[in-house]
């Protein structure tokens, strides 16, 4: 299970352990109908569905020259709400040069610019959008950084130490309980909330983690977050250890996370105190669009739930086995989806591949 982005367009449905099941055994009734044959980009779609590649790692595209290993993403409206166009961010998962770099839609979809909003950064592999549209990108090293970034490329990307230093993964909001989640990159990482003193403003406030005592999920403090020489994992007696922790997403209370190393998937319940295993699996990105979720899987195809549990294909690239998916996220609009193969055909992050799909999604 190499990689999971959630990102939440829509609605999203909140399934429970034996829904997730049931679906994953069951690969019929598909919301859009067989896959069509591969396109000249090996990406094949159901018919009405039209991909393009928008990127490639190493080639120029309105005057930037496209990042490496194309990672961790998101789609942010464009900063006049007039304009009609959205901004597509891109984490680089190298080291010592990774960083992000962006790309300006217009409304026909048409790229208009591109350029780079966080460069000299280690590893950049997931991250989150904030509610005040700014990229949160993690560092997935042993002391990495969140650095917040300025999709529109007005402000330069700033670390926010406060926030921990350590294996960072994926980012989450909890807009309503003014909080942002953290996951952990390490077999016996931890899962951290960020309290920020003034909301909307990530340079200051507590770093909590995880504790679970008589089956409540609660939380204590970690005293030195940005320590360099003391892990901050093992800052707190009792934290709980997960497995690899991977990328998260919040919704209505709940916050879902992934954990590699076992193949699960957890609920935290803000509302209850409480952390359950809701599913295990294999999948290695998802995206909701109407309440339909897109799971994108290790066989580099990206495949369709729909509320009543059923799933089939909605993509796949072929000639890509030694690469994986990341980066799904949909156009605020919801008409356009976005992602990338990391390594592409050759099996490296310098062979990477950003795509969109547009077409009839369901509303």
Not at 29 to 45: C, E, F, M, Q, S
């Amino acid at each position: 299970m190499p990689h999971r982005t959630f990102v939440r367009p829509g609605t999203l449905v909140t399934l429970s352990g034996s829904l997730w099941h049931a679906a994953c055994a069951d690969r019929d009734g598909g919301p859009y109908g067989d896959l069509a044959p591969p396109d000249d980009n090996g990406l094949a779609l159901p018919h009405g569905f039209t991909g393009r590649v928008v990127a490639r790692s190493g080639h120029r595209v309105a005057g930037l020259t496209w990042h490496s290993a194309p990672a961790g993403g998101a789609c942010l409206p464009h900063p006049d709400p007039g304009d009609g166009g959205w901004i597509y961010v891109s984490n680089s998962n190298v080291p010592l040069v990774g960083g992000v770099s962006a790309l300006q839609f217009a409304p026909d979809g048409a790229v208009r610019a591109a350029y780079r909003i966080l460069s000299g950064a280690n590893l950049n592999r997931a991250g989150g959008a904030t509610p005040w549209h700014t990229w949160l990108s993690c560092e997935e090293t042993a002391r990495g950084r969140v650095f917040e970034c300025d999709p529109y490329g007005r402000r330069a990307a700033l670390p926010r130490l406060a926030m921990g230093r350590f294996r960072h993964e994926a980012v989450a909001i909890d807009d309503q309980r003014q909080v942002v989640y953290l996951t952990e990159d390490e077999p016996d990482g931890c899962f951290y909330r960020f309290r920020p003193e003034d909301w909307g403003d990530l340079t200051t406030g507590t770093l909590e983690v995880l504790v679970v005592h008589r089956d409540r999920a609660l939380w204590r403090e970690v005293p030195h977050p940005a320590a360099l020489a003391e892990p901050t994992r093992d800052q707190v007696p009792g934290a709980m250890r997960f497995d690899r922790g991977r990328d998260c997403h919040y919704v209505a209370g709940l916050c879902y996370f992934e954990t590699k190393g076992d193949s699960r998937i957890w609920a935290y319940d803000a509302v209850n105190e409480t952390l359950t295993v809701i599913y295990d699996a294999a999948h290695s990105g998802s995206v909701v669009r109407a309440g339909d979720m897109y799971l994108a899987e290790d066989v580099m195809e990206i495949s369709t739930i729909t509320p009543d549990g059923a799933v089939a294909p909605f993509a796949r690239i072929y000639g890509h086995d030694r690469s994986e998916l990341a980066g799904l996220a949909f156009s605020p609009y919801g008409d356009r989806l976005y992602f990338s193969s990391q390594r592409g055909m050759r099996g490296a992050g310098s062979a990477g591949i950003t795509y969109e799909v547009s077409g009839p999604f369901r509303a």
